[in-house]
């Protein structure tokens, strides 16, 4: 199965331009529940943006080699599994599919996931 035909529950949403998005950087969508969109290593990786420990914002955090730290209490997320990779988070955040096409990054969201102002997205 590749990825395409397992979109099938997938709406893609732009996100923002290629050139707004920064290694080591973030956006997050204006999304419930909220994702981000992270780029590290030249690599771009959609994420829950809700830690799994507390509630804070993951596109706040740290960023680097394809690792986010939250800043509340510096647990550490791969960006490419979600999984947790130190505490005190023990529990993965959802990943999510991204493509860029024509000049912008779109991310996969499920059917479930609303959008609360439509595909505006804000700068984390
Ligand atoms: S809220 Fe993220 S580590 Fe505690």
Do not use: Q
Not at 18 to 42: E, Q
Not at 64 to 87: N, W, Y
Not at 89 to 103: D, F, L, N, Q, W
Request: charge should be negative; hydrophobic fraction near 30%; include cysteine.
């Amino acid at each position: 199965m590749t990825a395409e035909t397992s979109s099938e529950n997938t709406r893609w949403v732009r996100v923002c331009a290629v050139g707004d998005l920064g290694d080591d950087d973030a956006v997050r969508l204006d999304s419930s529940p909220p994702v981000s969109v992270f780029k590290s290593n030249g690599e771009y990786f959609g994420v829950d943006d809700t830690c799994t420990h507390e509630t804070y914002s993951l596109a706040d955090g740290w960023i680097e080699d394809c690792v986010v730290e939250c800043p509340l209490h510096m647990a550490k997320f791969c960006l490419r599994t979600g999984r947790p990779l130190s505490p005190p988070a023990t529990t993965a955040v959802r990943t999510h599919p991204v493509r860029t096409e024509s000049g912008d990054i779109h991310v996969g969201l499920p059917d479930s996931y609303e959008l609360k102002e439509g595909a505006r997205c804000g700068t984390a």
